[in-house]
């Protein structure tokens, strides 16, 4: 993986989430930030690590929620959008946020994140991540599962440089079980969310719910959509 050529590609602004749906993501993608909450199980005005956060998908509905954000992303473009996005629509009930390319010194209460471990080499990141967590903090993230096909098939379709995505392999349910348990995290947990490819059900609601539902399902787990990883701390 080379970090330049992924910091050039999401600096592109097509290549970030559709900033018209930032703040009202579509309902698909709320059923994923729900889950990602549900999972961290957190306190008020915790202070959290979105690691990976681009230009801000899941920072805000967390800074709405009142928790305290510390964004970090290597583009610095997806940044400066976030902080625009945030200091235009922010209230007195939303949390701080605060934006960084480089992981910070302090250490947060639980560090969440959406589509960015399948761009880094999970093995060397998560130690890092440890160092700047709480001890019993939570760790939660959302990915693509490599068993999915239809990931490959959206990469094709959409011309997304393979050098991109490639680390998706990473990302199997057994292999991340094994990593979040060798980078000493307890509790270490694999929800399954989603059969099949959850955007193009966002319209509707009850659908949207069952393939969720359906993902998690004994045995149709290993071959759902995506996952949400959760870690504890030691």
């Known amino acids: 993986m080379n970090i330049k050529n992924q910091q050039r590609f999401f600096d592109q602004k097509n290549h970030r989430f559709n900033d018209a749906k930032l703040l009202t993501p579509p309902y698909a993608q709320l059923l994923e930030l729900i889950a990602l909450e549900q999972s961290l199980k957190l306190k008020p005005a915790s202070t959290i690590i979105d690691f990976g956060a681009g230009n801000g998908r899941v920072s805000l509905y967390f800074l709405k929620k009142g928790h305290n954000v510390i964004a970090i992303d ?62 019993d903090g939570t760790l939660s993230f959302s990915e693509p599962n490599a068993w999915h096909l239809l990931w490959y098939i959206h990469y094709w379709l959409s011309r997304i440089p393979w050098d991109i995505e490639k680390n998706i392999l990473q990302c199997t349910y057994f292999n991340l079980f094994t990593l979040f348990q060798n980078a000493q995290f307890s509790h270490v947990s694999i929800i399954g969310h989603g059969l099949l490819p959850t955007t193009p059900l966002s319209a509707f609601h009850t659908v949207s719910n069952l393939n969720v539902v359906m993902g998690n399902l004994p045995l149709l787990r290993f071959i759902a959509f995506r996952y949400i990883i959760r870690g504890v701390k030691k």
């Open 74 to 135: 290597i583009s610095k473009r997806s940044l400066r959008e976030l902080e625009t996005i945030y200091s235009e629509h922010k209230t007195s009930s939303w949390g701080t946020l605060t934006t960084r390319t480089s992981l910070p010194a302090i250490l947060a209460d639980a560090i969440v994140g959406a589509d960015i471990l399948h761009h880094v080499s999970i093995q060397e990141v998560l130690p890092k991540l440890t160092k700047v967590l709480r001890r």
